[in-house]
């Protein structure tokens, strides 16, 4: 059974920065697409971010490119999320996910994902 954690989030300042972890476990990830996704009150879930465990291959969305960064430490079984220059409107749970298909690096849909963690808050204030 697959198990993802998240942790790191907090209540920052804007221009702040924070790193997210999410470490998995239940079973191998070699062949698998890591995401981060969020949810601000109100709004639907949407892609932050994704890595392939096997070329560290990355995807992002066009809000977060060039400040935030996702990687990955196949020995520690963990994704992270480096997140710069923090706005207001990143405030939002977090949560990482498990692709449903291998090698996926470009999949974004929440429908594309079948494992998902209890999620994050990330809060930053003005």
């Known amino acids: 059974q697959v198990q993802l954690v998240e942790s790191g989030g907090g209540l920052v300042q804007a221009g702040d920065s924070l790193r997210l972890s999410c470490v998995a476990s239940?079973?191998?990830?070699?062949?698998?697409?890591m995401a981060w996704f969020r949810q601000a009150p109100g709004k639907d879930r949407q892609f932050v971010a994704s890595?392939?465990?096997?070329?560290?291959?990355?995807n992002y969305a066009d809000s977060v490119k060039g400040r935030f960064t996702i990687s990955s430490d196949n020995a520690k079984n963990t994704v992270y999320l480096q997140m710069s220059s923090l706005r207001p409107d990143d405030t939002a749970v977090y949560y990482c996910?498990?692709?449903?298909?291998?090698?996926?690096?470009?999949?974004?849909?929440?429908?594309?994902?079948?494992?998902w963690g209890q999620g994050t808050q990330v809060t930053v204030s003005s």
């Open positions: 239940g079973r191998s990830f070699i062949y698998d697409t």
């Open positions: 996910a498990v692709a449903r298909r291998p090698y996926r690096a470009y999949d974004t849909q929440e429908s594309d994902y079948a494992d």
């Open positions: 890595i392939t465990w096997s070329r560290g291959r990355t």
